[in-house]
């Protein structure tokens, strides 16, 4: 199941200069959206539309990993899913 949020950041996200994007579950349950794209200036685009959402994204400019010939940019952006139960932790 994809989130409402995470719809709407694939739907913006897909219209620009990226090369992947796919989902996954996180460690506590949470879906995970990465999104890697080889343009700076993309990368900028996608965090202020996320700040705008208020969803939590992972981003670090020095972290690339090397396909092929050019580097990858990679973000991460965390939705937490409402149908998980969690413990709560005292």
Request: proline share 4%; hydrophobic share 40%.
């Amino acid at each position: 199941m994809i989130l409402p949020e995470m719809k709407k950041v694939i739907k913006y996200a897909i219209e620009l200069d990226i090369d992947h994007i796919e989902t996954f579950t996180g460690y506590l349950g949470d879906k995970v959206l990465k999104i890697s794209t080889p343009s700076m200036s993309t990368v900028d685009l996608i965090r202020k539309f996320l700040e705008n959402m208020d969803l939590t994204y992972k981003f670090d400019p020095e972290y690339k990993t090397s396909a092929k010939q050019d580097h990858e940019y990679l973000i991460f952006v965390g939705v937490e899913d409402p149908s998980m139960l969690r413990l709560k932790r005292v």
